[in-house]
């Protein structure tokens, strides 16, 4: 499974590249946990709203399969439906450590 989309890669500055990369490394994971917690107390549409925050930074950077899993985690927020909610948090938590190492090996 091909981690990130280079493409969106090559449309970035690659001065700032590397200080993108790092804020991604530095903000993500309390997003994510961000994202479990209103899973967790059912609080679906500041789950959602915590989702859309986090996939705008996974465009950016090229992290499509982790911006997919926030799109539907949006969409669920939105439509206030906690069907498959924790498997695509769980998805999320998993994801996001490799997909960070592919980004810090560009």
């Known amino acids: ?12 500055p690659a001065a700032i590249l590397p200080r993108l990369i790092d804020i991604f490394g530095n903000t993500t994971p309390a997003m994510i946990a961000e994202i479990r917690q209103h899973a967790d107390t059912g609080n679906l549409p500041a789950m959602g709203a915590a989702a859309h925050r986090l996939k705008g930074s996974c465009v950016s950077l090229g992290a499509e399969h982790m911006a997919n899993i926030c799109k539907k985690l949006q969409y669920k927020g939105e439509s206030n439906d906690p069907a ?15 997909t960070f190492k592919a980004l810090k090996n560009i």
């Open 1 to 12: 499974m091909q981690l990130l989309v280079t493409e969106a890669l090559q449309q970035l």
């Open 84 to 98: 498959g909610v924790n498997d695509m948090v769980e998805k999320l938590e998993i994801l996001y450590p490799a």
